[in-house]
């Protein structure tokens, strides 16, 4: 059997081009979407390019959802050797905006932090008994170089000054996910990483970025493959958390 892949957010941007990328490999990629029109536009796409794909609704704060995924796997292939957990969003990425420390509203705070981690724990969990049922489990965490604090303490760094702080925190509860799950991990075929996928042009990133989604995917898409784990990865390199 195929090895089988769930990326979430798959509808556009930085998941639609991982999931072309690993069916591109001969991974059948489940597509997760919240948007039902959006996604089918994604995996047509995709199915015309004579890829693997299919789609899955999927909003990740959605537990009953969750639910009905994990049993929807479990039913059609027994197991989950590929989760890529993509999904995320950032409001007002300018240092003195609605998103600084001074004066973020707990509301962006919590649903920053409800989408990008609390969603991404509870269903990295409910997906463990799947992903322990295949051979070479990976776990990929899609974090961003902004949630690195060895980053954001160095005043000298091309990323210090920005600071939208409640996307940049989401991103270090990520990575701290990633080392504690992979250390729980670690006598299992299971590995978890976190990847920063660079700068790159999509809603989230903006027209300035100086990557295209393509290139963006790639790390993301080379650490279904890997043998380490807990590690923060940008194209081929560690980075600090
Ligand atoms: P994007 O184009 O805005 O795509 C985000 C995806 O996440 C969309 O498919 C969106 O679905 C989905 N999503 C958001 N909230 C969701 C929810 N509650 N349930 C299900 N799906 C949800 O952004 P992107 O740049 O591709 O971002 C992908 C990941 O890369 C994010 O985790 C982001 O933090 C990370 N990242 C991006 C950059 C960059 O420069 N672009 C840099 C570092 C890290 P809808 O279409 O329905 O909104």
Redesign the pocket.
């Known amino acids: 059997m195929n090895r089988i892949a769930l990326v ?9 081009e991982t999931a072309r990328q690993l069916a591109q490999e001969g991974v059948t990629v489940l597509m ?4 039902k029109e ?1 996604g089918i536009e994604a995996v047509q796409k995709l199915k015309d390019e004579g890829l693997d794909v299919e789609l899955v609704q ?4 959605n537990s009953a959802e969750v639910d009905v995924l994990v049993q929807r796997i479990d039913s059609t292939y027994g197991k989950l050797d590929i989760l890529v ?6 409001h007002g990425g300018e240092p003195t905006g609605v998103n600084s420390a001074e004066i973020v509203k707990a509301e962006v705070l919590r649903e920053t932090f ?3 981690f609390f ?1 991404l724990v509870s269903l990295t969990q409910k997906m463990l008994p799947l992903l322990k049922k295949s051979e070479s489990g990976r776990i990929i965490n ?5 949630g690195s604090n060895t980053v954001q303490s160095d005043e000298n760094s091309p990323w210090s000054g920005i600071k939208p702080f409640a ?1 940049n925190a989401s ?1 270090s509860a990520l990575n701290s996910f990633t080392v504690h799950l992979a250390a729980a991990l670690k006598n299992t075929n299971i590995k978890v990483n976190s990847v ?11 027209k300035n ?1 100086p ?1 295209e ?1 393509p290139e ?1 995917a790639k790390t993301s898409v080379s650490l279904a493959s890997v043998d380490f784990t807990g590690k923060f990865i940008h194209d081929g390199e560690e980075i600090a958390w």
């Open positions: 979430t957010g798959a509808n556009k941007g930085l998941g639609l997760a979407s919240r948007n959006r999927l909003e990740v704060t957990n993509n999904a995320g969003i950032m409800d989408v990008n969603s899609v974090s961003s170089i902004l996307y991103k920063h996928p660079g700068w790159v042009q999509t809603e989230l990133g903006g970025a990557l989604a963006g």
